[in-house]
């Protein structure tokens, strides 16, 4: 929250004005600085000449039967993004939120791809996500996951500075047991993100072959599956937490039975836990869902195995809010 002592100190304002204007952003998410009545008259004067208190704005709103909500948002420097609201589930109720307007990682089954990268989000419109988010939830938000639309890692200040207020007890208060940065798995970077966040870690593995990965997610050329295994080895030695892989099974791509029993020896002997996607489809995809029964298959396999093996539940697929599904038409490229 480097801002706000900033902030406060260009105003003339004293020290403790940057808690209470944390408190009243981000804890009471207020929607004036008129409200901040523990402020001056002149001091609220002053910041709503200067500073605007939300950087993004609701353009659509999009709810699935089953409670899951989207929002399309607008972020004030240009660009428009997602986020969705899951619902109570087994006491949960979880915020995705994005990091960029589209993605640079060009990874064939994500919707977010056909954007290519526009730009980064600011720490105002990451954390303004959130604000919007618990304004449409009927329940407090409990957990929070990175896993919209961008590489996390790719504006890695900006979500190092959002967690710390994602964290703050005075602003939002999450637990970093409740917080989860997805990624492609972009070795250094990673690397240097667990040595700096003490937050949830999931990798986007999708392959048990660099052949197979090269093709449907770039990023592999640079960090191949055997970096991304060298990290999750020595980051479970080090950590208390296990590295989630994230598997999007590809029907007739990477959901074989030989797939199953290659990703069950690469993970043998690393403290992880696998995360089951079936492929959400939507227009344009070459992909195509796996088979019920071959994704009840992989998970029994992987659970006989010795791995914890759970099948993630479609949610929010009928708004194209489910994983892998988000984009903006408004600004796609051609």
């Known amino acids: 929250m480097r801002e706000l002592p900033e902030m406060a100190g260009a105003l003339g304002l004293k020290p403790y004005a940057a808690r209470q204007l944390a408190g009243w952003l981000y804890g009471k998410m207020g929607r004036s600085f008129e409200e901040m009545t523990d402020l001056s008259k002149e001091a609220r004067r002053l910041l709503a000449q200067r500073y605007s208190v939300s950087a993004v704005r609701t ?7 089953d409670g899951t909500t989207k929002l399309l948002l607008e972020g004030a420097a240009g660009g428009r993004f997602e986020c969705v609201l899951i619902p109570a589930e087994e006491g949960r109720t979880t915020a995705c939120i994005s990091t960029q307007v589209g993605c640079a990682m060009g990874c064939s089954f994500c919707r ?3 954007m290519g990268l526009v730009r980064d989000l600011t720490l105002g419109e990451i954390t303004g996500q959130l604000i919007e988010l618990s304004r449409e ?33 005075g602003c939002f208060g999450l637990s970093k047991r409740r917080i989860t940065l997805s990624t492609s798995g972009l070795i250094p970077k990673l690397e ?39 990290f999750a080895r020595e980051y479970g030695a080090s ?13 007739g791509v990477n959901d074989a039975r030989e797939d199953a029993a290659r990703l069950a020896k690469l993970l043998g002997g690393i403290r992880a836990k696998v995360n089951l996607i079936p492929f959400n489809p939507y227009e344009g995809s070459p992909y195509d ?23 993630r539940a479609s949610r929010g697929g009928e708004i194209l809010a489910a994983c892998g599904q988000l984009a903006s038409k408004a600004e796609a490229r051609s």
């Open 59 to 65: 353009a659509d709103r999009l709810a699935a039967p």
């Open 112 to 114: 977010t791809a056909d």
């Open 137 to 169: 939830s009927p329940a407090p938000i409990t957990n929070l996951v990175f896993m919209g639309m961008g590489e996390p890692l790719n504006n890695m200040e900006a979500v190092l500075d959002a967690i710390e207020i994602f964290l703050d007890g």
């Open 192 to 230: 240097e993100f667990a040595r700096r966040a003490d937050v949830k870690i999931a990798i986007s593995l999708n392959a048990t072959t660099d052949e197979v990965r090269d093709r449907i997610m770039p990023v592999n050329r640079q960090s191949p599956i055997a970096e991304i295994m060298r």
């Open 239 to 251: 950590h208390r937490n296990r590295v989630t892989f994230e598997y999007v099974m590809l029907r």
């Open 289 to 311: 869902a796996p088979l019920a029964e071959t994704v009840e298959w992989w998970s029994d396999f992987l659970r006989r195995a010795g791995l914890q093996a759970n099948v």
